[in-house]
């Protein structure tokens, strides 16, 4: 039995005969049903249309991506440690080929996604490296494909291994997490973010929404709530969940003054 992934948003669901009737995670105000109506497809027809670019972004920390790119464009990254090198956010295809090549790389070990938007076919990564996925119990009721793998995690901080620190920020989702690895950009620090921190054209600022297709924004409480989680952090470079999308520098002072900006904007 096949495990469909929506086309729209890339997630994929548990193995059925048939393509589910609907996509929860589509029709739920943050995403969108595509213009050509909700459509499905398998791994294996992936594959045949796509293949995955894997780029080193800096030392030790690659970028994995669909050529052309599939659903919303989702960007994993790939941080290599001595302590066991982990996968930040996931996207859809996983073929032969990118299993090679990221065993190449030393493999993944661990897996923690920020936010549903990103779990993709996370049961496939898990399957196919062996690897414990970490996902914040707060968005548990939008795993569409569990698997045993797969473990919740409650509370605000989960200390991943040495160097690498998973903070819940909340906002686009109430589990919505960034990771902070104290090792990217030469040892400055940085901040892995998905969306729940969204770098935005100009690259001197980021962003928050409730929604980013729909145009929903946050309140100003929790554009407030997420400023704060991230202040004990040290770093200078940001990246989002997409390839053009990095704070290259300054990147903590960038995210208080865009969170200011942000709150000013929005009261009146
Ligand atoms: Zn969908
Ligand atoms: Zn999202």
């Excluded at 040892?187 to 729940?196: C, I």
Aim: glycine share 8%.
């Amino acid at each position: 039995m096949p495990a469909y992934i929506c086309v729209t948003c890339g997630v994929q669901f548990a193995a059925s005969d048939r393509p589910p009737a609907n996509c929860r995670i589509c029709e739920d105000e943050r995403q969108y049903v595509g213009y050509a109506g909700q459509q499905w497809v398998t791994q294996d027809q992936l594959s045949k249309t796509r293949v995955n670019r894997i780029e080193l972004l800096e030392p030790n920390l690659y970028g994995i991506g669909s050529v052309p790119s599939f659903a919303i464009g989702q960007r994993a990254l790939l941080m290599q440690s001595p302590h066991g090198n982990v996968l930040w956010d996931c996207m859809s295809l996983l073929d032969a080929d990118t299993i090679a090549r990221v065993n190449a790389l030393g493999g993944i070990s661990k897996i923690v996604i920020s936010h549903p938007h990103f779990y993709a076919t996370v049961a496939d990564w898990a399957e196919a490296f062996d690897a414990p996925v970490y996902l914040h119990a707060a968005d548990q009721a939008w795993l569409m494909r569990p698997h045993e793998n797969i473990q919740f995690w409650e509370g605000d901080v989960l200390e991943l291994q040495p160097g690498i620190t998973i903070q819940r920020v909340g906002g686009h989702f109430d589990g919505c997490c960034v990771c902070h690895w104290a090792d990217g950009a030469a040892y400055q620090g940085a901040l892995l973010t998905g969306d729940s921190i969204y770098v935005v054209s100009d690259r001197r600022w980021v962003s928050f929404m409730h929604s980013f297709p729909n145009l929903i924004p946050l309140p100003a409480s929790k554009v407030a709530a997420i400023a704060q989680a991230v202040e004990r952090y040290k770093y200078s470079r940001l990246y989002s969940g997409w390839w053009q999308t990095v704070v290259d520098g300054d990147a903590a002072i960038v995210v208080q003054r865009s969170a200011q900006r942000y709150i000013a904007a929005i009261t009146d």
